[in-house]
């Protein structure tokens, strides 16, 4: 696959001229999805140079790496830093070796230690590392111990997932066979109280649904683009944007995504020659989205004069009986803000959020 590197960021920088032009300056940028951290810094470098050269990205810019440990070396670090890269998302996921063995990942416990040390050496200093909880075997104990171990190394951000078990996968092969047995619900709910509880006393604050972060200045901004329901290219293979009336897909595989740039004209597009999927959004999907996403911002929610800015339309009115069941189930409250009513889950409510979810949907 390393073979195909340069063909495919060939047709990375000219997806980048066909659909950027026109699309202001880059405010943040997240390089993410498979393992991008396995790029060299020069490369990563091109991409940035490319991009600026096009559109601009502003100075304060949160540029953000995703890196899995073991793919990472001091000195690359230490390159990727100088470049601009100023944020890294490692996939830790667990601090035991049996967790991170049961879910197939090719590091070890002592190398998730060691990226996390070297990322500070090299300068970092908005780090965030994911876990999952819920994992077959895991144990209130063994979680608060991850967690610990996270808190020890003096991080600024953490993504905490629930494990989903995905169809058609070994996980539910495994556990359709009794192979795996997978936690109760009353101990997963146990895990994230435990989270919501204990990172507040160590100065972390809840934010969304899974993040929470050492202050307003270490929220993953980029992230928060897709939870207000703004519009963010997405570039490369599988990568997903909302520009306008649409969401976008690309098409999965690198292979495919080079033949289709390959044979593209030169000419400025308002889709990439990549998209496999385009779909339209409607008004009424449109606020029905701007408020689910809302909601995941644990301490913003959904603020009802911006629903009413971007939709023409009261946010009471439109969804009266839907937020009328979720006051009433103490899911959602509403609470005064600065800038006026916001629409936000209750802790039972963040605890439930599909529950809440649903009813827009």
């Not at 600024?156 to 539910?172: A, M, W």
């Not at 009794?178 to 435990?194: I, S």
């Amino acid at each position: 696959m390393s073979t195909l590197i340069p063909a495919y960021l060939d047709g990375l920088k000219k997806e980048m001229r066909l659909v950027l032009p026109g699309a202001g300056v880059a405010e943040t940028i997240y390089f993410g999805g498979g393992t991008p951290s396995i790029l060299k810094p020069e490369q990563v470098g091109d991409l940035l140079q490319t991009l600026d050269g096009l559109i601009g990205i502003n100075p304060t810019a949160e540029i953000t790496l995703e890196a899995n440990p073991g793919t990472v070396t001091l000195g690359k670090l230490r390159d990727l830093r100088k470049l601009g890269v100023n944020r890294l998302s490692l996939g830790i996921q667990s601090f035991f070796d049996s967790e991170l063995k049961l879910l197939g990942r090719i590091h070890s416990a002592e190398q998730a230690r060691e990226s996390i040390l070297e990322s500070q050496q090299a300068g970092c200093d908005n780090i965030s590392l994911d876990f999952i909880f819920g994992l077959p075997g895991q144990t209130l104990q063994g979680w608060q111990q991850n967690l610990d171990q996270a808190l020890s190394y003096g991080i600024q951000h953490l993504s905490l997932y629930s494990l989903i078990i995905e169809p058609g996968t070994p996980f539910e092969r495994f556990v359709a066979a009794g192979q795996l047995v997978l936690p109760d619900d009353d101990l997963v709910a146990d895990m994230f109280e435990l989270a919501m509880d204990f990172l507040p006393k160590n100065g972390f604050q809840q934010y969304e649904i899974s993040s929470w972060a050492l202050g307003t200045r270490n929220e993953s901004g980029h992230n928060k683009v897709y939870w207000k329901n703004a519009d963010y290219y997405g570039l490369g293979a599988g990568a997903h944007g909302k520009v306008g009336d649409f969401r976008l897909q690309n098409v999965p595989l690198i292979t495919d995504f080079i033949q289709k740039l390959d044979q593209a004209s030169d000419e400025k597009a308002q889709f990439s020659p990549a998209l496999e999927e385009k779909t339209f959004i409607d008004e009424k999907t449109a606020m029905q989205e701007s408020v689910m996403l809302g909601l995941r911002l644990t301490r913003e929610g959904i603020s009802e004069g911006e629903f009413r800015s971007r939709h023409q339309a009261e946010m009471k009115v439109v969804f009266q009986e839907e937020i009328d069941r979720i006051l009433k189930n103490g899911l959602g409250e509403w609470q005064s803000q600065a800038d006026g009513e916001h629409l936000v889950l209750t802790r039972r409510g963040i605890m439930l959020g599909n529950q809440a979810f649903q009813e827009f949907v």
